[in-house]
């Protein structure tokens, strides 16, 4: 088992590693530093400031190999190996639109962030799996074909109509939470993160209640079930002690695989309600072109899922007998 | 730019040609495509509308006699724009659907009642704004999966069968690619690439393609153990006629299937990208995004985001219900009775 | 004879098809008295299983049990129990094994706790009470180191040992009828013997009675008092042991016994009998064996053979056996 787990975690960092190179070919080879350079400090701007802000911003070094320097320094003075060494000690720099150190700004965004994502991710989950459970068990009925044809409906409608009629219905017609805005004042955090948890619910709950209902179904028409049928067991027993603790396994890696696309998912949300989290921070990187804010971005979101994924490895051998005891 | 997209018109729509006649010539296609027609005829005969109206949207040709004004300044026109005349069909600004006065100041407009859905804030047509949108739309689907499904099924397919190292590097690939959350790498490679319809269908195609082949790859790796697959290896069949011949034919109906849920998924994310002001000129994301603050006027200007929405939902909801037919009717597990 | 312990009487199963609800068991009546072990033989397909779960209640969705049925069980009629009632009476009166001792039982509990769960349901006994029962029941259905084997999930368990789990598990509430799904189609043939051979011990012990689905006669020979012969959703044939063993009256029967191998006929090629069973909803008309049957003649298409009793204990539907249409 421990020889398992530590596989699993060098794979991941094999994988991170594998990430960091994609995100050097994106921005550091295909994008040039030096377009970069000149979109921040201006076209007209003297050959000084130009070539300091370069400095400043760690721009000024050759790709992947320095001829000017020498012996080991050929490879380690380069853009490639100092990009490395900066991720992998959280070492972001400054916002190259801003000059504001990008570490200071996650910390500021990273508590916002965390009070959207994750109601709306207990919310979420709750909901559709209540929904899939209860229309699993009313399987072939109308109940069942109403709450699918009503999946259908929300999960063909675009995200950002939901925000858009959401404030509108609930902030301006019934007025009962703010539009926008945030307080991180505990006692009235919830009045502004009401709207966006409500939305965001409503925008995953089609497919996942497809995707949950499906594993249900699955697990419906096995063996055991009708064994624990067959010994006496009541509709609502089997649902909850049988089927459900076996989907539990599918429905866990599912719902792990997810943790970082919350981070990502509240991009829209957060921006849109004006909470000042990490998702309106990527939004605000990518209106102002700042690349340094945005590759830390995408960084982040890459080591979160790596890490969601390796949780989601280990969880599920020691949840499935059948993976802990070999 | 204006080349590229006709000749992607034309591309798919001579994939379309042949997948009909594929499909026409074999027994097992013409049976579930008829069983599909039989179950979802609404959905199929919308999705047909809209590829029509696409269709009508990418002829297009200089016509020297009536073009020869200073308004049209000589470009190319397409069907559509030669029915609604976009350079004269326009009003000041906003007015209400069907409306004889303008919205704002109440003047007399250019062409009072002719409006279906009203005109936007620069006084152009909604109806003629949506109707252009069918083919960005179709273009972000087709043209990805064009992209995509080549690519996907070609690293899919040979990581899959001839393992080793191959499959390593490609799943390495795939893992990599899949660790960095859809959106956040989508927004990366648009900002790299920059903006543009190639771009961005370009930039989906590399997000996409993962999916696409983990599906390819797992089935090629379940095929490969099978008995049949086993005889025509033991008989010495080439492995290039084994893939053609047995494995192709046998994934297709998930390739199909797997295309037809992530065009909605394409189409829907389109929107996204436009909020964040990185996706496609004329479509409806952009629509729906100028539109967004039209709500909370007074009185409400509905219709901009109504035009857009409706066209958006209509298609991605027929999509999304042949998609769930053609798995029903495909796949016989979940295939049932009556 | 006092009455049976349990009698089914007219029960046809179907289940709703492209054209209309498709049979697919077709006017069944048997019984089975109490202690005695009943055997129902069938190719696959031929409704034994289905016909099974009836007597559970148990047919999956969205078939359905035909109006007019009865299925009495110790005198009350199992189809119009209230849900509650007859959820207690499954496990407790009537127990049912099945074939698949690798899918039935639940992949993530211990077997330990499976077998827990049918006591839990049916009786209020304290937890350490019922785990007790359980080893104890684990030792009479012959599991080696049952207080250890408690613990223990099903993947961690032989097919063999998984089946004696099901056994225990049907047989915790000392139920009066087991019903018993090809109970070692799935195993191997020496571990067969040992299942076969507890089967026998326990009905003979407990006086539980049993009825024994297969479709392999050497299984019935060891164990059956009486057996009933199904084919296309309806019994052909019925008698004890040694009558359809040693007389068999029916075309199907004599061919189904035909094609066992034999110690004495080694050397001769092995009698089958031709084609295969007609699909529900494809039965055809009038005796539904007669394509495949040797003897079929001028009746057999049209008109449908009538049940025709043999002896006291033994009847089949054949036109050969009714003296009003000689051939």
């Known amino acids: 088992m421990a020889a398992y787990f530590l596989r699993r975690i060098g794979y991941g960092v094999i994988t991170l590693l594998g990430v960091l190179l994609l995100l050097f070919v994106l921005f550091f080879a295909v994008t040039d530093p030096d377009d970069i350079a000149r979109k921040a400090v201006g076209e007209r701007a003297r050959p000084e400031v130009y070539a300091q802000w370069k400095t400043n911003h760690g721009y000024d070094k050759p790709l992947i190999i320095n001829t000017g320097a020498t012996g080991a320094g050929r490879f380690t003075d380069t853009l490639l190996a100092e990009h490395y060494r900066r991720m992998l000690t959280f070492d972001f720099g400054r916002s ?161 695989v997810q943790i970082p696309f919350l981070f990502t998912g509240a991009l829209l949300l957060e921006s849109f309600f004006g909470i000042p989290g990490l998702g309106a921070l990527t939004v605000e990187a990518i209106q102002g072109n700042d690349f340094s804010t945005l590759r830390t971005m995408v960084y982040l979101g890459a080591l ?16 499935d007998p059948r993976v802990r005891l070999g | 730019m204006h080349w590229v997209s006709d000749i992607l018109v034309v591309l798919l729509a001579s994939a379309a040609v042949g997948v009909c006649r594929y499909v026409s010539g074999d027994r097992f296609w013409r049976e579930n495509a008829t069983e599909l027609w039989r ?57 209400a659907p069907l409306a004889s006065v303008a919205f704002y100041g109440g003047q007399p407009l250019l062409h009072p009642g002719a409006h279906l859905l009203g005109t936007d804030l ?34 899919g397919v040979s990581a899959g069968y001839f393992g080793r190292r191959i499959d390593d590097a490609v799943f390495f690939a795939m ?89 909605t998924a394409l189409v829907l994310s389109e929107t996204i990208l436009s909020y964040l002001g990185i996706g496609l000129d004329g479509s409806w994301g952009q629509m729906i995004d100028q539109a967004r ?20 939902f209509t298609l991605v909801l027929a999509v999304n219900m042949i998609a769930d037919a053609m798995r029903d009717v495909i796949d016989p597990r979940t295939r049932r009775e009556g | 004879m006092s009455a049976p312990l349990l009698a089914v009487e007219n029960l046809s199963i179907s289940f709703p098809g492209e054209a209309g609800p498709v049979r697919v068991v077709d006017r069944v009546s048997l019984s089975i008295a109490r202690g005695e072990t009943l055997a129902l033989v069938g190719e696959s397909g031929s409704g034994k299983s289905m016909t ?8 999956p969705k969205p078939g359905r049990i035909q109006p007019g049925a009865h299925i009495a069980f110790e005198g009350r009629d199992l189809l119009s129990l209230s849900v509650p009632d007859m959820r207690a009476v499954r496990g407790a009166g009537i127990g049912m094994i099945f074939q698949e001792p690798m899918t039935s039982l639940n992949p993530v509990t211990t077997v330990g706790d499976q077998v827990l769960e049918a006591i839990e349901l049916h009786a209020k006994l304290s937890r350490a009470q019922a785990r007790s029962h359980v080893i104890e029941l684990f030792g009479l259905v012959g599991i080696p180191d049952a207080k250890h084997r408690f613990g223990a999930y099903p993947h961690q368990l032989s097919g063999g040992l998984k089946q004696r789990v099901m056994i225990a598990m049907a047989m915790a509430m000392r139920p009066r ?135 006291a204990t033994q009847a089949a539907c054949c036109h050969l056996l009714d003296r009003s249409v000689e051939p």
């Open chain 1, 96 to 256: 190259d639109a801003d000059d504001s150190p990008i570490s200071r700004r996650l910390r500021e965004g990273a508590l916002p962030s965390l009070g959207i994502t994750v109601p709306l991710f207990v919310m979420g989950l709750v909901v559709s799996v209540a929904v899939a459970l209860f229309v699993a068990f009313f399987r072939e009925t109308y109940i069942d074909r109403v709450v699918l044809v009503l999946c259908m409906l929300t999960m063909s409608v675009a995200g950002l109509l939901y925000i858009i009629a959401g404030q509108y219905l609930v902030g301006q017609l019934l007025r009962w939470f703010p539009i926008s805005g945030f307080d991180p004042n505990p006692a009235v955090v919830a009045r502004f993160l009401a709207l966006p948890v409500l939305v965001g619910v409503l925008s995953g709950f089609g497919a996942d209640t497809r995707f949950y209902r499906t594993i249900f179904l699955e697990e419906i028409g096995r063996d055991y079930v009708r064994t624990a049928r067959a010994k006496g067991c009541g509709d609502a027993r089997v649902m909850v002690r049988h089927v459900l603790r076996n989907a539990l396994i599918p429905i866990l890696t599912n719902v792990v």
């Open chain 1, 304 to 319: 979160l899922f790596i890490a969601g994924q390796i949780l989601t490895d280990i969880s599920y051998a020691l949840a």
């Open chain 2, 39 to 95: 179950r979802r005829p609404f959905a199929i005969a919308i999705v047909g509308a809209y590829l029509l109206i696409a269709l009508m949207d990418s002829i297009s040709w200089v016509d020297p006699a009536s073009d020869a004004n200073a308004l049209t300044s000589g470009k190319p026109r397409t069907i559509i724009d030669r029915l609604f005349v976009p350079e004269t069909f326009t009003e000041a600004s906003y007015s």
């Open chain 2, 122 to 155: 620069l006084g152009r047509d909604v109806v003629y704004r949506t109707l252009k949108g069918v083919r960005v739309a179709l273009l972000i689907g087709g043209l990805t999966s064009l992209v995509v499904i080549p690519i996907a099924l070609l690293f």
């Open chain 2, 175 to 263: 893992t990599v690619l899949a660790s960095v959350p859809t959106l956040l790498l989508l927004i990366a490679l648009i900002m790299v690439l920059g903006k543009g319809t190639v771009q961005v269908c370009v930039a989906l195609g590399v997000t996409g393609w993962v999916h696409f082949c983990r599906i390819a790859r797992g089935e090629t790796l379940k095929l490969r153990e099978t008995d049949f697959i086993a005889a025509a290896r033991a008989l010495g069949v080439r492995d290039g006629t084994i893939i053609r011949r047995h494995i192709l034919p046998n994934i297709a109906h998930l390739v199909i299937i797997t295309f037809a849920l992530s065009f």
């Open chain 2, 293 to 312: 603050n039209e709500l909370s006027r007074t009185p409400v200007i509905w219709w901009n985001l109504t035009g857009a929405s409706i066209a958006l």
């Open chain 3, 52 to 59: 099974a779960l009836a007597m559970m209640r148990l047919v």
């Open chain 3, 177 to 311: 009828l087991l019903i018993a799904d090809e109970p070692t189609t799935a195993l191997d043939a020496t571990i067969r013997a040992q299942i076969l051979e507890l089967l026998r011990d326990l009905s003979a012990k407990t006086e539980t009675a049993v009825l024994l689905i297969t479709h392999d006669f050497g299984v019935v020979n060891e164990v059956a008092d009486r057996v009933a012969v199904m084919y296309a959703g309806e019994i052909v044939e019925e008698g004890s042991r040694g009558e359809l063993l040693g007389h068999p009256r029916h075309p199907y029967t004599q061919g189904l016994l035909r094609s066992i191998p034999k110690a004495e006929a080694r050397g001769h090629r092995l009698e089958e009998i031709k084609g295969s069973v007609p699909r529900p909803g494809h039965w055809p008309t009038g005796c539904r064996f007669h394509p495949r049957c040797p003897h079929a003649f001028a009746p057999c298409p049209g008109t449908e053979p009538q049940r025709t009793t043999v002896s």
